[in-house]
């Protein structure tokens, strides 16, 4: 090979470094939050998304929902049959790092067996990619039995205390995010990439002695990331991360974990558990931003969230709504959260919290599946 000339070298690296830079361009421009023209687009082409957080009956939670030996596709096709009846079209559903670690193309295979459910039922899914709510140390295998009369006795955290104190863990954390949206980055039956749930809940009702002492601290700096590793992959659907808590009436009023899930969110998704009041308050404050509302979390009908209510306010603002619990099965939702402390053993609560359905799909409410049914017929969003 004959050597380059000085100038030769110099010329070649100019040209290099052009590449390099166009490269980059590209690259950061397909990776960007989108545009609010792009998410105003987006919305125009959806039906109004109305539906509930799902995890099958038979589920205690997201492991024994999606693993090899208790996924159960047709629990889940016979509940989907129910959601149908009563107009809903969307489901939010939670996944699970370690799933992936054990087993990626199983774990594709029965998402995308899942997402084929869905899709002949007419529901899209928004997917839950991490998540800091209730039990810090999960593990895959056989799952316990629901603990007698206490709310979401078996959930767990993705990923867990130990995999956020050991940044070892990250590369195996960013090939789960990149390796499943990236398998189903185009996948219209897919709505939405919910990115990280309630990332700055320490669970002190529940769980809070095991947390990880700065447990916020490390998702603060590692929230971004994941955005960024969600988006290295290309989707065509949105990502987003509900804000929970705080003073949402200015940008400079949010929380931190806030302001960045904000700032990455290409549509605005929250949780509002509160009264009507609060919940049509949490939209507006929300407005300024320009961009979809999905409201990912409500409904708690002991602490004045109920479907009568809060469904019609968010039709009315142009919010997407889904409701926490579907089935009244091993999460046991539809007891109260103060449960933890109290559980309902030999007394039953006067109303159940969240859930619509009893096992056998009887509604909990005809009311309720009703108005459901009523608001969501043909609906755009």
Sequence with gaps: MTPLSLSGKRTLCFFTSLLVLFAGTSLQSQAQ?????RADAWQHSQLWPVGANYVPDDAINQLEMWQADTFDPKEIDREFGWAQSVGMNTMRVFLHDLLWEQDPNGFKERINEFLAIAARHHIKTVFVLFDSCWDPYPKLG???????GVHNSGWVQSPGARALADPAQYPRLKAYVTGVVGAFAG??????WDVWNEPDNTNQSSYGKEELPNKVDIILKLLPQVFAWARSARP???LTSGVWHG?????KSLPPMARIQIENSDIISFHNYGWPEQFAAAIKDLEQYHRPILCTEYMARGAGSLFDLDLPIAKQYHAGAINWGFVAGKTQTYLPWDSWQRPYVFTKP????HDIF???GTPYREREVEIIRSLTANAKW
């Design 33 to 37: 939050r989108w545009s609010i023209a």
């Design 142 to 148: 056989r799952q316990h039995a629901p603990i007698p």
């Design 187 to 192: 996948d219209p039956r897919i709505m939405a």
């Design 236 to 238: 065509t659907q949105p």
């Design 247 to 251: 003073n949402w009436s200015s940008f």
């Design 350 to 353: 006067t109303v159940w919290f």
């Design 358 to 360: 009893h096992p056998d």
